[in-house]
């Protein structure tokens, strides 16, 4: 069975540190992974699209690694900010004709002062 | 103005009535997704449409159905609303991209309570 399982499922931080967020797939055919950014009560946000073939990708403080061996993906925040408050979800997208998205549960990420 | 507008944003209804939910977009794109969100889960794909006259069940497409009025207008309809149908709904846009799903812009999403 596809399935995405994220961890932790809730994480609390200082502002101005780092955190990496867990992402473990048993999805195949394999075809991308993505990671969205979720404000409470507001539509998903893409952050990062990868490829089988893309081991890392970054889009500002955010930087996602990809490792299609084992399975796992990570999302790392830098320097957070209170702004980084949300979930964040990882979804793959199955490589087949039927256009489906496994997506993970999220984790919410909050972001203290 | 939001690219992807969802209408309305919350709503409380009966057990048994009829609810729209509609979904407009100015991005241009060709495809339309409409998602259910539950606490605690994953998003679950409703229904989705590629274009004009394409209309596809998604993973939980019971109890609901869906008209591509245009290109840019994309409904979402209950038509005997049950209180396990209360959750948030996104409507989502992508560009045509192959045999995959591009990606998604989503809009604010729409609450729906079902006494």
């Known amino acids: 069975k596809n399935q995405v399982e994220q961890s932790p499922q809730s994480l609390i931080i200082l502002e101005g540190k780092n955190c990496t967020l867990q992402?473990?797939?048993?999805?195949?055919?394999?075809?991308?992974l993505r990671w969205y950014k979720q404000d409470t009560g507001r539509g998903p946000v893409s952050l990062t699209i990868?490829?089988?073939s893309e081991n890392t990708k970054s889009n500002g403080r955010y930087t996602a690694t990809l490792d299609a061996d084992t399975k796992q993906s990570s999302l790392h925040i830098t320097a957070s900010q209170l702004s980084d408050s949300a979930s964040y979800i990882c979804?793959?997208?199955?490589?087949?004709?039927?256009?489906?998205?496994?997506w993970g549960a999220g984790t919410k990420l909050i972001i203290k002062p | 103005d939001a690219d992807v507008t969802q209408t309305p944003r919350n709503r409380i209804t009966k057990t048994g009535k009829r609810i729209m939910l509609e979904c407009s977009q100015t991005k241009g794109h060709d495809r339309m997704y409409w998602y259910r969100q539950d606490p605690g889960l994953g998003l679950q794909l409703i229904y989705y449409?590629?274009?004009?006259?394409?209309?596809n069940k998604g993973e939980i497409s019971d109890g609901y159905s869906v008209s591509r009025q245009a290109q840019a207008k994309f409904s979402l309809s209950l038509e005997s609303a049950i209180p396990n149908q209360t959750a948030l709904y996104f409507c989502a846009t992508s560009r045509a991209s192959g045999s995959n799903t591009g990606e998604l812009f989503f809009g604010e999403g729409s609450r729906l309570t079902v006494l």
């Open positions: 990868m490829t089988f």
């Open positions: 979804v793959v997208s199955a490589g087949d004709s039927n256009y489906q998205l496994i």
């Open positions: 449409s590629f274009d004009v006259k394409d209309i």
């Open positions: 992402c473990n797939y048993t999805v195949s055919p394999f075809s991308n």
